[in-house]
DNA sequence: CAGGCAGTATTTCAAGCTGT
DNA sequence: ACAGCTTGAAATACTGCCTG
């Protein structure tokens, strides 16, 4: 290991070097150019960049990846930021494509009567034994005449929120891992319903912000062992 | 002025995490 | 069971300062 960090000393003060910076300037030489293909040229042109565009849907249709373009396009005012609602899903799996949602529920933080909305979905497929066991909801519990499918809860849903939403300002969705899981779930939902979601709809990611809370408290442990 | 050294910035990659 | 994101470590490039 000493030996390795020698070396990349050697390199770092030869490639540092007068001489070499000179060539660089004057001639165009470039230290990656002169070392192996795909080195310097890679980590200056393979950076995977993050496409805002792509989180538009696509032709087809569906959202890729599954992020709703409302997700950046919004502001809010953050002192009275309107209706929060925190929500939660039950799935039939991991994969949005493939999956359903089995059960939905949501809290309006604001309080009050009727402040919670939650049901059993009918997903019209068998629920998975390993998510069965994971949510506790069965095939035979969801998949009846009597419970209803997304299309039937969606206007009810809508008709909710609308209800708990206060005039000129947007509804806040959170939820744990939202980003990842619970949003792309939702988003196919709609989609299947030929339904468009709200543009006054903001969502976050609690997990995001328990990451940024936990460097904060990181951060204020370290103050003050100093 | 050239070389050496130390520190910083950037990128890549693998492992872990997250939800049902 | 799965796929995408985050994180931390390692590698690499660059920059500034010091010395002879």
Redesign the pocket.
Known sequence: MLL?LRF??L???I?????V?FL?QHAGF???KL?QPG??E???F???LTDTASWHKTDSGSCS?AIPPLWLQQTFDRDNPGTVLVF????T???HADHRIIEFALRDLSGGKNCTFETLINPERNVPI??AK??KITTELVCRPDVPRFSDVLPLLLAYVQRRQAPGKPVLWVA??A???DIPFLMQEFERCSAQVPADWLFVDS??LA?KLK?LDDFSVLLQEI
């Open positions: 390795v990349n000393l390199r770092n003060n490639w540092g070097s007068r001489s910076r660089k470039s230290s990656g070392l080195t310097y890679k980590r200056h393979t950076t995977k990846p939660d899903i039950e799935t799996g991991f994969l390993y998510a994971a949510n744990h891992n980003k990842q899981f997990l995001c990451r460097k």
